[in-house]
Structures are given as structure tokens and as C-alpha cells.
């Protein structure tokens, strides 16, 4: 996988994910060009597009738009699925995601991207595996934070 791009109905990108070196001018125009794209097709229309060199795989999920841009060689139906099961995984974490958890947990978002897929490929099938460590992470994460507050907070002593 090239990339991976999350944009909600109106065209407002929510997450992006590139797995190859770019300029930011060149992930720009190409996100621009491919949500347009995207925006234009009808419903019923197939999820599977080919672009410049790349074939674009696409589905919706209530209102966000998960786009994917694989080799022309890759297999269109497998990245259908790796966009189901990252769906199924962000589903499982927040409880029936929406579009305002990918906004305000995006560093979560992430996280679970990148549990998931590793250099644009899969690195963990397992739902149940992907999930605990999420979990242990969201564990650490508790563990550290309260200890990190206090220790911000402390008065400041003039010596």
C-alpha cells in the first residue's frame, strides 16, 4: 500500500498515512485530486479505481470515505478488507466509531494503523492481538500520566 487517506463527505481529510516519500506540496495535490475524485463517483459505482500508476481502493463507512492507493499489481479485495478490519478495529476500540472519534482521538487512530499495518502492509491479522496491545499501551499510557502531571505541577523553588 502507497497510502491511506480518511476524509469525511464534505472533503475534509481526517487522518492520512503514507508509506511512501513525498513532499508535502505532492501529498497535498494528491489528496486534493483523489477526494475530488473520489466525492464525484456515484454510490453504486465499483470501490476500485485506476489513477496515474496506482489503483485506488475505496469504501464509505457512515461518513468517512477510507481510500486506498496500492500497486497495480496488489489485490483489490484484500485491501477491501484490510480497510474492513482496520473499521472493525478503530469499532471495537471506541464502540461504534464516528467521525468525531477518529477527530478527537486521532493520535489513537493512529495508533491503531499502526498496530495494524507496518510499512503499508499487515503485520497483525489478529483483531484480539491488535486490541491488546492497544490495550497494554493505553495501561502504560494511565500509569505514566498522572505521575507526569504532578511532577509538571510542583511549585518552583528559587536557590
Known amino acids: ?17 503514507w508509506y511512501v516519500p513525498l513532499s508535502d506540496k505532492e501529498k497535498k495535490k494528491i489528496t486534493r485530486e483523489l ?4 466525492l464525484a463517483r456515484k454510490p453504486k459505482m465499483c470501490s476500485f479505481l485506476e489513477w496515474r500508476d496506482l489503483k485506488i481502493v475505496y469504501k464509505r463507512y457512515a461518513s468517512l470515505y477510507f481510500c ?8 483489490e479485495l484484500i485491501t477491501l478488507e484490510i480497510i474492513h478490519r482496520y473499521v472493525e478495529l478503530l469499532d471495537k476500540y471506541f464502540g461504534s466509531v464516528c ?10 487512530a493512529y495508533f491503531i494503523l499502526d498496530e495494524f499495518l507496518l510499512g503499508g502492509e499487515a503485520q497483525e491479522t489478529s483483531k484480539k492481538n491488535v486490541l491488546k496491545a492497544i490495550e497494554q499501551a493505553d495501561l502504560l499510557q494511565e500509569q505514566w500520566f498522572p505521575t507526569l502531571v504532578l511532577e509538571e505541577h510542583q511549585p518552583y523553588t528559587f536557590e
Do not use: H, P
Open 1 to 17: 500500500m502507497q497510502f491511506m487517506l480518511l476524509f469525511s463527505r464534505q472533503g475534509k481529510l481526517r487522518l492520512q498515512k
Open 35 to 38: 477526494v475530488q475524485t473520489v
Open 68 to 75: 486506498c492507493a496500492i500497486e497495480d499489481q496488489d489485490n
Open 99 to 108: 467521525e468525531l472519534d477518529i477527530i478527537f482521538n486521532f493520535e489513537k
